[in-house]
């Protein structure tokens, strides 16, 4: 079993949407969560991280934990068409970073 | 501050040569880990070296092996490349190794195996 599984879509929505991006994970254990955003040909760009469960805000972006459920999930609100770009769920455990697959998002004006 | 950088931006080899990356890691940060990313994959973890120390490997074969210098700065080394070894390589620094130090990544070196 993987330790982060991602739905790889992809994904597009409207101009304006509010979009879910879910990734699911193997051990209730693991407490360091992130999502990156990655657009074509660059590296990784850390979105949101968060610790333990709950929820985070920054802006538009929303990062939700749900540890009973193994769940993690990014709230995009009024997404925009620079959002779109590919959206990578990682997790962290004994000195390493695990990494969804990615969900491509496309936001259509 | 001046992020992550890597070297060179693209690169092509053929299949049985050897290979060097390089990575500055961002100013301040002392750890520096290596991903290899597959077209429509997400990052897969090689290795993690802590002032200077290899602690933590994927599971990568031996001849992908690097360095990490004084100035944590890094190299990733592969020897006998083969076909699959095409790839985004990916150099992330952090400010210190654990969970609660994210990883900040370069814009990567894209290799091709011909």
């Known amino acids: 079993q993987k330790e982060v599984e991602q739905d790889p879509g992809p994904l597009s929505v409207p101009e304006g949407a509010i979009v879910s991006l879910n990734c699911t994970y193997s051990?209730?254990?693991?407490?360091?969560f992130m999502w990156y955003r990655q657009y074509s040909r660059k590296g990784p760009e850390l979105l949101m991280y968060?610790?333990?469960?709950g929820n985070k805000e920054d802006g538009r972006f929303t990062a939700q934990v749900d540890k009973s459920s193994k769940y993690i999930s990014l709230f995009i609100r009024d997404s925009q068409p620079s959002d779109s770009a590919t959206y990578l769920c990682?997790?962290?455990?004994?000195?390493?970073?695990?990494f969804g697959s990615g969900t491509k998002l496309n936001v259509k004006p | 501050e001046t992020g992550v950088t890597q070297s060179p931006t693209h690169l092509i080899k053929t299949r049985g040569q050897q290979v060097t990356l390089r990575c500055s890691s961002q100013?301040?940060?002392?750890?520096v880990s290596w991903y290899q990313q597959a077209l429509g994959q997400g990052p897969q973890f090689i290795f993690q070296?802590?002032?200077?120390?290899?602690?933590g490997r994927g599971n990568f074969p031996p001849r992908f092996s690097g360095l990490q210098f004084p100035n944590y700065s890094s190299e990733l080394n592969v020897n006998a490349l083969e076909l699959d070894d095409s790839a985004l390589y990916l150099c992330?620094?952090?400010?210190?190794?654990?969970?609660?130090?994210?990883?900040?990544f370069g814009n990567g070196t894209r290799l091709t195996v011909t």
């Open positions: 992330a620094s952090s400010l210190d190794q654990g969970g609660d130090s994210p990883l900040h």
């Open positions: 051990n209730s254990a693991f407490q360091y």
């Open positions: 990682a997790i962290y455990n004994f000195n390493k970073f695990y």
């Open positions: 070296y802590y002032r200077e120390e290899e602690n």
């Open positions: 100013s301040g940060h002392n750890t």
């Open positions: 968060t610790y333990s469960s």
